[in-house]
Nanobody, 125 residues
Framework: QVQLAESGGGSVQAGGSLRLSCPASGYICMAWFRQAPGKEREAVAGIDSDGRTSYAGSVKGRFTISQDNAKNTLYLQMNSLKPEDTAVYYC???????????????????????WGQGTQVTVSS
């Protein structure tokens, strides 16, 4: 099991933007999850090795997942942030998952083998 490392979290006001980064290479499926206090971890966005992306309904149109193959880095660009986006954000990756279509809710997390320790994102109103 590989320990990934997210960066880029912080505190912003509502309407602001943040970009999260996660060095990762050689994976078939990569994703971002988040977990707010008192809530289950939920899927936010996913991307496969061909660049196909999928998003949770709550972030679609505001968040963009991408990967820079030259830099071996996964990104999550978060725009128009809302207080309800406040959470610890985790990157996750897997080398076996052939179908990388996001499944909303907590259960998709069980298909990922490698995780980061999380980075805090706080959005104030």
């Amino acid at each position: 099991q590989v320990q990934l490392a997210e960066s880029g979290g912080g505190s912003v006001q509502a309407g602001g933007s943040l970009r999260l980064s996660c060095p990762a290479s050689g994976y078939i499926c990569m994703a971002w999850f988040r977990q707010a206090p008192g809530k289950e971890r939920e899927a936010v966005a996913g991307i496969d090795s061909d660049g196909r992306t999928s998003y949770a309904g709550s972030v679609k149109g505001r968040f963009t997942i991408s990967q820079d193959n030259a830099k071996n880095t996964l990104y999550l660009q978060m725009n128009s942030l809302k207080p309800e986006d406040t959470a610890v954000y985790y990157c996750a990756a897997d080398k076996l998952q052939l179908d990388c279509t996001l499944v909303e809710g907590p259960h998709w997390a069980g298909f990922f083998g490698d995780w980061g320790q999380g980075t805090q994102v706080t959005v104030s109103s």
